[in-house]
């Protein structure tokens, strides 16, 4: 059925950017929110930007002002640029979508996501 695909992560160092993407395939009809979220070993999953399918966005505190979440118009794509990359980004990204509509209220909270990506790992170095 649905599956969600990112692409992307690699390795840079403190300051670089790198560009997530993320793609959705077999729906049929959009997803009300697609959302990045990032784990690292020993740490709680985090969300870290999404966007509702009326196009708002939510970014986490620690991310705001670095990181840029956008949709294609057919809102079965979205891209996550990192910039000024810091050792404390280095984790593994998921992608996610979600048909409920709990997702509107809190675009960050990964419960209310239904479908996930298996990851893509981004690490940054100092």
């Known amino acids: 059925q649905v599956q969600v695909v990112e692409s992307g992560g690699g390795s840079v160092q403190s300051g670089g950017s790198l560009r997530l993407s993320c793609v959705v395939y077999?729906?049929?009809?959009?997803?009300?929110?697609m959302g990045w979220f990032r784990q690292a070993p020993g740490k709680e999953r985090e969300g870290v930007a999404a966007i509702d399918i009326e196009g708002s966005i939510s970014y986490a505190d620690s991310v705001k002002g670095r990181f840029t979440v956008s949709q294609d118009n057919a809102k079965n794509t979205v891209h996550l640029q990192m910039m000024s990359l810091k050792p404390e980004d280095t984790a593994m990204y998921y992608c996610?979508?979600?048909?409920?509509?709990?997702?509107?209220?809190?675009?960050?909270?990964?419960?209310?996501?239904?479908?996930w990506g298996q990851g893509t790992q981004v690490t940054v170095s100092s």
């Open positions: 996610a979508a979600s048909w409920g509509p709990k997702c509107w209220l809190q675009l960050l909270e990964g419960k209310y996501y239904n479908y």
């Open positions: 077999g729906y049929t009809y959009s997803s009300y929110c």
